[in-house]
């Protein structure tokens, strides 16, 4: 699963038509068709199109129902003729490829509306929800093309009753038991006009947590997605920017833009926005992109727990940020959550123990006009760090996660007092005050005193020898 965009360029014979190729590797979809005044032979001789009977999707859907394990090609208009689905376009099997042609451009009518079942992880449902199918099916090694086609919304701007998002991974109703799509890549594509969240991935079906491997949705990953001028009508319709909602681990967002600048409404949003309502979240890695929000509300990143009281422990960690910009669109200063900054927070509004975020790395990002709000559900030892670039402010605490809180204290047992690093991450650990005569560090004896610090990796161990308990304390390092 690399990052390559793949362009195919078709040509049919003089006189030929695209269904009379025998063993073609592909199926062919043409935007042209004599339904749409694109041409004056049906489908403009492909194997779908607009002249498809019944089609609401200019006849994408009907050939990833007839094209199982396929690669699927979508060829743009020679007559400037969009295509204009009426509904949303799911995945049928595993390994199905649907490639768009340089140049095709998508426009929802203004009479879209929902297809399918389930609640789409809780979002509007997705104009094309890769690897998932219409009654909830999930598949896997799937992947959708773009080629810089655009999906534009604006037929439907400004209706809540017809809210979309443009692109997702978004599983819609099945038991937790069925698993989730995983080996999905999605690239190449400008998003403009949404009135919803343009990009939504899910692990969630409304029906339970996903809190193992097995279950979630993973492998993904996002490429050259260029979202702008998305906004909301009214605040019954969700607007984040890049958004999964639970469940999904191992994703690989990269080269990407969320332009959330234009959005005029007072609704709040959260540009990148992570949380865990139906599970983990683990292991993301968001690099080289752009999140910008509209200078006044919302978050420009909000990374989140849960906001649910989970009844089973939620913990949304290892989450890593590399040459990312974060720009709150303000002109001065630095704001915090809600006036456009950005927020990392156990939960928004209902609290509990089980939901929290920890191990966030920030390496390389760049904060323009951008300060971060913490806000914790309880102590939780963890790290939140940022190198090579830094919030011009941060507000609150993320207890035993922040990076200017004071070292953690370890309770010191009987002498000869054995320390273990559990922790799944390395910690420095300080000696101080007492009276020591022996430190060892996994055997080796490595100190007659008080007054000194190691690095610990998991499972190594400290044993001091006193005659007067010191004073320990721990400090995590990612």
Not at 68 to 81: E, L, N, R
Not at 253 to 268: G, P, V
């Amino acid at each position: 699963m690399g990052s390559e965009t793949i362009i195919m360029e078709l040509t049919s014979s003089s006189g030929g038509t695209w269904n009379t190729l025998t063993g073609a590797p592909f199926v062919t979809v043409s935007t042209d068709g004599i339904a749409n005044g694109g041409s004056a032979t049906s489908n403009n001789g492909a194997d779908y199109g607009p002249d498809t009977a019944g089609t609401s999707t200019g006849g994408i859907q009907e050939a990833l129902n007839a094209s199982t394990s396929a690669i699927i090609y979508v060829m743009k208009s020679a007559k400037g003729k969009y295509i204009q689905p009426n509904t949303c376009i799911f995945y049928t099997a595993n390994y199905q490829v649907l490639i768009f042609e340089a140049g095709c451009y998508i426009q929802p009518l203004s009479t879209w509306a929902k297809s399918g079942t389930g609640n789409f992880g809780g979002n509007p449902p997705p104009v094309i929800n890769v690897g998932v199918g219409s009654a909830g099916q999930v598949y896997h090694h799937c992947a959708l093309f773009g080629n810089g086609t655009i999906i534009d919304g604006v037929n439907t701007l400004s209706s809540s009753a017809n809210a979309y998002s443009m692109i997702g991974v978004a599983p819609s109703g099945q038991a937790v038991a069925a698993g989730n799509p995983y080996m999905i890549k999605i690239d190449g594509f400008e998003l403009i006009h949404t009135n919803s969240t343009p990009f939504v991935v899910s692990g969630g079906n409304g029906s339970g947590y996903n809190n193992t491997y097995t279950t979630a949705t993973k492998q993904i990953e996002i490429s050259n997605i260029y979202a702008h001028e998305y906004q909301v009508p009214t605040t019954a319709v969700n607007l984040n920017g890049l958004q999964c909602n639970g469940s999904v681990w191992y994703c690989w967002a990269h080269d990407c833009i969320f332009d959330c600048s234009a959005n005029t409404s007072s609704e709040d949003y959260s540009n990148m926005f992570i949380y865990g309502n139906q599970g983990d979240v683990k292991y993301w890695l968001v690099e080289r992109c752009i999140f910008k929000g509209n200078g006044t509300v919302g978050q420009v990143i909000e990374l989140q727990g849960a906001n649910n009281a989970p009844a089973t422990l939620v913990v949304n960690e290892y989450l890593t940020f590399r040459e990312c910009t974060f720009d709150t669109g303000a002109s001065s200063g630095a704001p915090l959550a809600g006036a456009g900054g950005g927020y990392i927070d156990d939960y928004d509004t209902s609290a509990s123990t089980n939901d929290f975020i920890d191990k966030i790395i920030f390496e390389n990002c760049k904060w323009v006009n951008c300060g971060l709000t913490y806000k914790a559900a309880a102590s939780r030892f963890g790290y939140v760090r940022y190198y090579g670039g830094a919030p011009g402010a941060i507000s609150g605490t993320l207890t035993g996660r922040s990076p200017n809180e004071a070292p953690l204290a370890i309770t010191v047992g009987a002498s000869p007092f054995t320390f273990t690093n559990t922790n799944t991450f390395r910690v420095i650990v300080y000696v101080a005050g007492g009276t020591v005569s022996s430190i060892t560090y996994n055997g080796t004896a490595v100190s007659a005193s008080t007054g000194a610090s190691f690095e610990l990796d998991y499972n190594d161990a400290l044993v001091v020898t006193y005659s007067a308990a010191p004073s320990m304390y721990q400090k995590a390092i990612p």
